[in-house]
């Protein structure tokens, strides 16, 4: 399996003209992989030199996102045969056949070694100094922060991985934790960290898709995409969570609508049916009856009932992320996406794949058509979703209104 993806990557890597041979390291050979957990202090300097220099030349361009400038960071450490990748998986890894080798020689229990710079968006640099010998992977990083021109070392330690795998997916995904004094007198344990690094490429069409009608509603506090619905049955979707969401799509803020600052307390607001039903009806193509039956509306009053979130109702801060991994385009112009659910905190670069039916319309926007969770016996209960109180529960909580 490791062989036919280096092929394909080789492959691809001579057709784009990639220089990504692998960079020798002098770590000297020796049996106990414990006395291999130094980090490599010049390769890492030279990663740092280009970098900066790479962060120079855009200096001039103010215009540049910093995912376009983390992009073009990423180029140059290619250039120079160093694998490099972005902390949230959006541009594909450079130099890859080197974290293909590693994976290999991790699987085969050889000696080897590689090291790889992961660049964050807050403009963030990681680098990864990993070992492996007899199927045991140590890892030894340094963390440093762009700032003035200059790059600050911010963090650094060595830790032997619990958890180490590259998956179906195409992914690294690793953990392990280590002693940290000042972490320790707050928490009474030690310091973690778990990590998922997409290693195979994506096409840019499928990044671009899962940019446009993915990301905007994700897997936080809402069950759009782990349900099956369509526009024929809207019924298992809360239609709240999505107000939630929408709203912010379309106006650009959260809902002025929050919970109050005694959590003791429920909250309830009448939010005007013009307003609710815009919110609803932009993305999804259900009518006003439909939606007056699916939720708790108020006749007298015009109005639909709305409880915000409260402390009962919060969800783990670990969640999923959506990658759009194939699509078609349909016949009546709808376009189907074929969807996995990466959840890093958990190591898993796929909790189930969905399909997703989405309706582009003249004027930029979209509507949402279907959801369907594909079934499989390796799917994973979608455990970071925090259902809202059902209105027994809500009461039962806070009492009556």
Sequence with gaps: MYRKRLLVLCVLAATLGCSCAKVETELPIKSNVDTQTSFDE???SQIIAISLE????????????????VKQVMQRLEEQGYAAVDSKNQINMVCADQAIDFCQAVEEKHQDDFMLTVISDTLKWTIYDFHCEDGTVTVARNIYQFEDGNMQLEDSAIYTASDWKYTAEGYIMFSGSWYSEAYYLFTLSDMQERVALRVLPLD???????????????????NMFLMDWSEDDFSALDFYDLFDIFYRQIYGKEVPYGPSDNLGMGTVYQIPKEEFEHTIMTYLNIDSQTLQQKTLYRVDTKTYEYRPRGFYEAEYPEHPYPEVVDYTENADGTITLLVNVVFPYEGLSKVFSHEVVVRPLENGGVQYVSNHVIPSEDNVEE???????????????????
Aim: glycine share 2%; proline share 5%; no cysteine.
């Design 383 to 401: 455990s970071w979703y925090k259902p809202r109180l059902t209105l027994a529960e809500w009461v039962k909580v806070y009492g009556a209104e």
């Design 42 to 44: 010049e390769k890492s």
């Design 204 to 222: 840019e069409k499928y990044r671009a898709l899962n940019e446009t009608y993915m990301m905007p509603i994700s897997y936080v506090k809402n």
């Design 54 to 69: 790479a962060m120079k030349e855009q200096a001039s361009n103010p215009s540049e996102t910093k995912l376009e400038k």
